[in-house]
């Protein structure tokens, strides 16, 4: 057979393999000798291992409990940086100011701006514009111009 059952040669062997897979595996090793004979060199290399590795010690509860009731001790002694009462103030006094802030909206503005003085400083920006508006009246006249031309093409497009 072309398609071997690598790597689920060691869960057959171990029992891990669902039942269709197990099957499958089976059948698989009843046809083919080569992946019989890894199917029971992993047996064997499973077993040895089992047998090398030694028992565990017998787990003394009692033992256990008392290392654990002594770090719970250790720890309730122990509090955090945030019980503490001046990290806890400190916090609590910032949480109060960016409430403040968040309610209010922030340092003030000055809101008194008046619409004149805003639109003056508009008109400043584009005085340059209005002293050269000879130049800008003939780039607009060129522009209406290479519309006029392109229009034999825009309808052509537009039709087909």
Known sequence: MANHPDSDLVPYVR??????????????????????????????????LARSVPAPPP??????RAELRARLDGRRGRHAWWWRPVPLALSASLAGVLLVLAILGGPPRPTGSDPASVEEVLLGRRL?????????????????????????RLTATSEG
Do not use: F, K, M
């Open 128 to 152: 340059e514009l209005l002293r050269q508006l000879s130049l800008v009246e003939r780039l607009d006249l060129l522009e209406d111009l290479d519309i006029i031309g392109q229009l034999d």
């Open 59 to 64: 787990i003394h509860w009692g033992r256990w």
């Open 15 to 48: 029992g891990e393999l669902a039942p269709a897979d197990r099957e499958r595996v089976a059948r698989h090793l009843e046809d083919c000798p080569e992946c019989r004979e890894d199917a029971t060199a992993v047996r064997a290399l499973l077993e040895n």
